[in-house]
């Protein structure tokens, strides 16, 4: 980097503020203590972060990168661009002005060469896809060509998206009330024989597919030649790497395994669809679509109805899509990550996973469930062997010592990490270990509907041992005033200031990243005040210390 004229830096942020896994050899590099505070001063550069704002470090990375680089002395070319997936236009609100801003301090460090102009807003002619696809349409009588996965791992020893490990499923059950409205299943895999490892904490990477079903119906809407059979990819660019699947394929198995047609399309995809429809009606919808301007246009038509790839073809039967153009319009299907539920003391051989499905209907009242939810429902076990593709991750917050008292709060699936927690403390204790108190508070609807592990973790708290202290729940519903886990923890404050103050313990949070995660704060917020005396002010500062030493630990998603 110290040798870069130039370096434009685009950024997420991961877990608890921390950079993307591909950032972090870097971002190692830039946190040396020997770099002098000229090491940069020859590189200017620009950042610009992918972030939400409902979350409490938003954008942290790019923050901390920016202010690094500029302490190192490189030179920005313009402020840091802060992405938010809460604005109405979602990360384009930012990047829009942000990049409009780029292109002009761009032309002026680099002016193109003379006879060379900057290209049309609306060019006539697409641009070369990013890859080549070798093709070749299989004899009538030919035996069916389906790629697989490896079946190994890298060549770490590692299993990882391009090879996963196939895990046989054993249980997919479903573990809410058959008339309750949310449906939640306990999946266990079989990890004999994969040399999968896992600690309480980790989670587990699940790699769905489209229903075939779903896929017939994009490829009929596509007018996409599902047998063609795909021998090999070429990347148009040499400094690209090819897309993350096997070959040969099907066409068929390409878009069924690996493409994800369902999620509301972006921006990209009307433009790249722009260049294939001769109707001018569509021709101009989907410029609008997929320029800044026409942005409310395109959260009325497509990202408010959440309409899919498949029915946005169906409104333009004037497109036609040309096979390689696929892999530039439609993203991958991403893996989904689940927070393991099970104790590897408990489960040697096995990891449970607790998935509540993702049903809803549109504002147009059309039904939907989410990918990966209808992929996890179709599975049945019990009719026929079934393997799904996963490998480990580490999570973002991790059991402590076995001797450290802790605070554990998990509404809903929020719960799961939390039972991997218990369970091995629970055996720890069984060997005859210290272990430190657990206090677990946990919140649903009613207890006859969604008390998620209820009996197992009843039976727990039965033993009155340290592994499961104490089990508070909160029933929202099944009283006139509603109850939640906030509630609970003002209710039991004495049991939490003194875990956390008194023991030095740690406190945890999982679930929805919605306003619980806030509620839950002013909850302890108040119990500082109440148990510890002191003012709103100390008590901010005493939590922030908490997160600082990694004694509040919060893992929330969406």
Same mark, same amino acid.
């Given at each position: 980097m ?13 877990g ?9 050899r ?12 000229t ?22 990375t ?12 490189a ?11 809460q ?6 609100g930012?990047?829009?002005?942000w990049?409009?801003d780029?292109? %002009?301090?761009?032309?002026?460090? *680099? ?6 102009q =900057? &290209? !049309?807003d @609306?060019?006539t002619?697409?641009?070369p ?6 093709t ?10 389906s ?31 058959p ?5 939640v ?6 990890? %004999?024989?994969?040399s999968?490892? *896992? ?6 990477? =699940? &790699? !769905?597919? @489209?229903t ?5 119906m994009?490829?009929?809407t ?10 090999d ?16 394929c ?12 369902n ?11 722009s260049?294939?429809?001769e ?12 320029s800044?301007?026409?942005?409310d ?51 040697p051989d ?31 076990p ?17 059991l ?12 809903g ?6 039972r991997?927690?218990i ?7 069984d ?28 039976a ?7 592994f499961?202290s104490?089990?508070h729940v909160?029933?929202?519903r099944?009283?006139e005033d509603?109850?939640?886990?906030q ?17 030095q313990g ?14 839950v704060r ?7 005040m109440?148990?510890g ?8 500062g ?17």
């Amino acid at each position: 980097m110290p040798s870069a004229e130039l370096v434009i830096f685009v950024v997420s942020t991961t877990g608890q503020g921390d950079p993307p896994d591909n950032m972090k050899r870097m971002w190692r590099f830039l946190l040396r203590r020997t770099l002098p505070p000229t090491a940069l001063s020859n590189t200017r550069f620009a950042v610009f972060g992918l972030g939400d704002s409902s979350y409490q470090r938003y954008n942290f990375t790019a923050k901390k990168l920016y202010n690094r680089l500029v302490g190192l002395g490189a030179q920005p070319v313009l402020p840091r661009g802060d992405g938010d997936d809460q604005h109405a236009y979602g990360l384009y609100g930012a990047l829009d002005p942000w990049m409009r801003d780029l292109w %002009q301090v761009l032309d002026k460090l *680099y002016p193109l060469p003379e006879g060379v102009q =900057v &290209l !049309p807003d @609306n060019p006539t002619h697409p641009p070369p896809p990013r890859y080549r696809l070798v093709t070749i349409k299989p004899a009538s009588n030919a035996e069916p060509i389906s790629s697989t996965f490896t079946q190994l791992p890298n060549i770490e020893g590692k299993w990882d998206y391009m090879h996963p490990y196939p895990a046989k499923m054993k249980v997919n059950t479903r573990i809410t009330a058959p008339d309750w409205e949310q449906d939640v299943r306990h999946i266990v895999l079989d990890l %004999q024989g994969s040399s999968l490892t *896992y600690t309480p904490g980790d989670v587990i990477c =699940v &790699l !769905p597919q @489209n229903t075939i079903e779903s896929t017939a119906m994009f490829l009929k809407t596509a007018q996409i030649d599902p047998d063609l059979v795909i021998t090999d990819i070429i990347a148009s660019d040499p400094d690209d790497e090819k897309p993350l699947f096997h070959t040969p394929c099907t066409v068929r198995e390409l878009v069924q395994r690996h493409l994800d047609f369902n999620t509301p399309p972006r921006r990209h995809f009307f433009e790249v669809l722009s260049y294939f429809t001769e109707v001018e009606r569509e021709k101009e919808r989907l410029q609008e679509f997929a320029s800044s301007k026409g942005q409310d246009e395109l959260i009325d038509y497509c990202t408010r109805p959440k309409r899919t790839a498949t029915e946005v073809l169906r409104d333009l039967p004037g497109v036609r899509l040309p096979l390689e153009y696929l892999l530039d319009a439609l993203p991958t299907i991403r893996a989904r990550s689940f927070s393991i539920s099970s104790s590897p003391l408990m489960y040697p051989d096995e990891a449970h996973i607790t998935v509540a499905l993702v049903r809803y209907r549109t504002v147009m009242r059309d039904p939907r469930i989410g990918l990966c939810s209808a992929y996890l429902e179709s599975l049945n076990p019990e009719k026929s062997k079934i393997h799904v593709n996963v490998w480990m991750q580490p999570g973002v917050i991790h059991l402590p010592a076995p001797e450290v008292p802790i605070v554990t709060v998990g509404p809903g699936t929020g719960l799961a990490i939390f039972r991997s927690f218990i369970q091995h403390r629970k055996m720890l204790s069984d060997q005859s270990h210290i272990v430190g108190d657990t206090v677990f508070f946990f919140g649903c609807r009613h207890r006859a509907k969604d008390f998620l592990y209820g009996a197992e973790l009843e039976a727990y708290a039965a033993e009155r041992k340290s592994f499961l202290s104490a089990l508070h729940v909160a029933f929202s519903r099944d009283q006139e005033d509603k109850c939640y886990v906030q509630h609970l923890i003002r209710q039991y404050a004495h049991q939490v200031w003194d875990i956390m103050h008194n023991r030095q313990g740690v406190f945890y949070l999982s679930g929805s990243a919605q306003r619980m995660p806030i509620d839950v704060r002013e909850a302890v917020s108040d119990v500082i005040m109440q148990q510890g005396r002191m003012d709103a002010e100390a008590a901010e500062g005493l939590l922030q210390r908490w997160e600082k030493t990694a004694h509040y630990c919060v893992e929330t998603w969406y």
